[in-house]
């Protein structure tokens, strides 16, 4: 069993930064995938980012040259380096993590805050 652990949400003025982070656990095989979503009060959860192994990223046009996604595989951690964040940023963010024929693992969430 995979665990996901985020850390580094909080409260943030608009224009300001935030680094999260995402440390997985318990993985007896690589890890392909990790990625960033959020999802804000009555809407969907969406995709932010998402890495591979090899270090191709994918973004949300929401997002892209706000946020920078990045991976250490030695520790099974992702980050998502936010900046020039917006109101409209707020939500949860959750960790995703996708282990190839074995399963696929989410985090708990991580609140972040944008105010005006």
């Known amino acids: 069993q995979v665990q996901l652990v985020e850390s580094g949400g909080g409260l943030v003025q608009a224009g300001g930064s935030l680094r999260l982070s995402c440390a997985a656990s318990?993985?007896?095989?690589?890890?392909?995938?990790m990625a960033w979503y959020r999802q804000a009060p009555g809407k969907q959860r969406e995709l932010v980012a998402r890495?591979?192994?090899?270090?191709?990223?994918n973004y949300a046009d929401s997002v892209k040259g706000r946020f920078t996604i990045s991976r250490d595989n030695a520790k099974n951690t992702v980050y998502l380096q936010m900046n020039s964040l917006k109101p409209e940023d707020t939500a949860v963010y959750f960790c995703?993590?996708?282990?190839?024929?074995?399963?696929?693992?989410w985090g708990q969430g991580t609140q972040v805050t944008v105010s005006s």
């Open positions: 995703y993590a996708d282990v190839p024929s074995v399963n696929s693992y």
């Open positions: 890495i591979s192994r090899g270090g191709s990223t």
């Open positions: 318990g993985s007896r095989f690589s890890i392909n995938v």
